[in-house]
Each structure stands twice: as C-alpha cells, then as structure tokens.
Nanobody
C-alpha cells in the first residue's frame, strides 16, 4: 500500500505558476504509476497528467498539454506537477493518485490510492 499527501496549492493570478508535490509513504513508490487529477465544484474528477514507474513516459490532458509538466523523483518518493500559464479554468482541487497498472486513456477508476487533495485557485 501507499499513502499520498499533496502540497503546494494556493491562490495565483492568471498567467502565474505553481508547483504541486505529492509525497508517498512506503518503500514501493517506484512500483506505482502516478497520476494527477482535478475536480472543480459540481464537476467530475478529471485526468490531468500521468507518469510511468520509471518516469520514462508521460501523458497529459489536452487542456494542459504544453503548460503542465509531471515528473517524479523515486529517491524522494515524490511526484510533482509544475503548472505554468495558469488559467481561471484550472481552478480545482488537485489530487495525486497511484496505480499498479496504467491504461491509456487514463481512467481515475483504475487508481486505487489517493491523496486528500490540494486547492488551486486561479484569479482572473
């Protein structure tokens, strides 16, 4: 099992940047594919980005491609989401999640472990 704790959310103006972190407990972090998802009020939880175990492959939602970058440091048991050129529509609670299997297109239902989420608010 793995426990996940997100951090780095906050309030930022449109065009600004934030870097989210997700720290994982346990010794098995490198065996999990990791993903970032987001959920705005009244909406479903949507895929944002995913990264394979070794970090060799990354995947992005069309809405964030070219603006967001997912990365991981297996030595630090941490996955990151660098968010640049933020827009008001990026406002949501952001969650990191872990899965033993990564299927494309990415489906949040296949991720068995979730963090508590961190709020990102982008003002116009």
């Amino acid at each position: 099992q793995v426990q996940l704790v997100e951090s780095g959310g906050g309030l930022v103006q449109a065009g600004g940047s934030l870097r989210l972190s997700c720290a994982a407990s346990g010794r098995t972090f490198s065996t999990y594919n990791m993903g970032w998802f987001r959920q705005a009020p009244g909406k479903e939880r949507d895929f944002v980005a995913a990264i394979t175990r070794s970090g060799g492959n990354t995947y992005y939602a069309d809405s964030v491609e070219g603006r967001f970058t997912i990365s991981r440091d297996n030595a630090k048991n941490t996955v990151y989401l660098q968010m640049n050129s933020l827009k008001p529509e990026d406002t949501a609670v952001y969650y990191c999640a872990a899965s033993s299997v990564l299927v494309i297109p990415v489906n949040p239902a296949r991720f068995g472990y979730w963090g508590q989420g961190t709020q990102v608010t982008v003002s116009s």
